[in-house]
């Protein structure tokens, strides 16, 4: 049986004070979902005050992104160590806008993910397809290529992964549930291709546009063990119903 897995991701919005007053609504709303694993990614600017806030909690946290070096001369980047250091447990790399606005490949994600799991860093490793690879017939070809290149070498262990049509995020169009269950058999097809049977007890998220009113019947889905979500997650009584999907 896979644990259902739901996470915020907050992207680039709220400053310290915003987030733990979202924190301190939040945590007693969802202090007895016990069937859930829970996890909000805030900023890096906010890592520390959440990482105290969640100290002990049922609500674990994670970092938006990271630098595959140890330490050294990278002016604006964070290494796992320090992320780790803050309390958090997990990391979400190969986010599409990273890949989309920040250049970042899948040799180079490949490098994080490595980097992230030798620290001790959990990943939640993002992978989906464009509207035009969707469209022009690629989309197979793009996700098969994301996992293969992305998680090269890399094993099952502390691994989550997130389907995100790129089409579906910030939009408001969600993807079917159908369309959803088609990606994420596929995506573990794939996986069953390098993992082998480690396949089946590793979480596939949906993320794009994930709401309180869809994510029950996206959940429904066999192969959808949990969901990544963006702009329904900034209000806790939004996030709240979202955990509490069933
Ligand atoms: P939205 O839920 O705002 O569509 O964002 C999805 C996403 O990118 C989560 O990582």
């Given at each position: 049986m896979r644990r259902p897995f739901i996470s915020a991701n907050w992207k680039m919005y709220k400053t310290t004070g915003e987030t733990r007053d979202f924190i301190n609504a939040f945590l007693p709303a969802v202090k007895s979902v016990s069937d859930v694993d829970i996890v909000l990614a805030p900023p890096f600017t906010s890592l520390a005050a959440a990482g105290e806030l969640l100290k002990g909690t049922n609500v674990d946290l994670s970092a938006q992104n990271m630098y595959f070096?140890?330490?050294?001369?990278?002016?604006g980047e964070i290494s796992a160590k320090m992320i780790l250091d803050l309390g958090s447990k997990y990391v979400i790399l190969g986010h599409s806008e990273r890949r989309q606005y920040f250049g970042e490949t899948d040799e180079f994600l490949n490098k994080k993910v490595k980097a992230a799991r030798a620290a001790g860093l959990s990943v939640i490793f993002c992978i989906g397809e464009t509207l035009d690879e969707r469209n022009s017939g690629k989309m197979f070809d793009i996700i098969k290529r994301q996992v293969v290149g992305g998680l090269k070498?890399?094993?099952?262990?502390g691994l989550v992964i997130a389907y995100e049509p790129v089409w579906a995020i910030g939009t408001g169009v969600t993807a079917t549930p159908e369309q959803a269950q088609e990606a994420h058999k596929f995506v573990r097809d794939q996986l069953r291709n390098v993992y082998g049977d480690k396949a089946d007890d590793l979480r596939i998220l949906y993320g794009g546009s994930v709401k309180p009113d869809n994510v029950k019947e996206l959940m429904?889905?066999?192969?959808?063990?949990?969901a990544l979500v963006g702009?329904?997650?900034?209000k806790p009584d939004s996030f709240e119903k979202i955990v509490k999907f069933r």
């Open positions: 070096e140890a330490e050294g001369a990278y002016t070498d890399v094993d099952t262990n429904a889905k066999p192969d959808v063990d949990g702009g329904a997650s900034l």
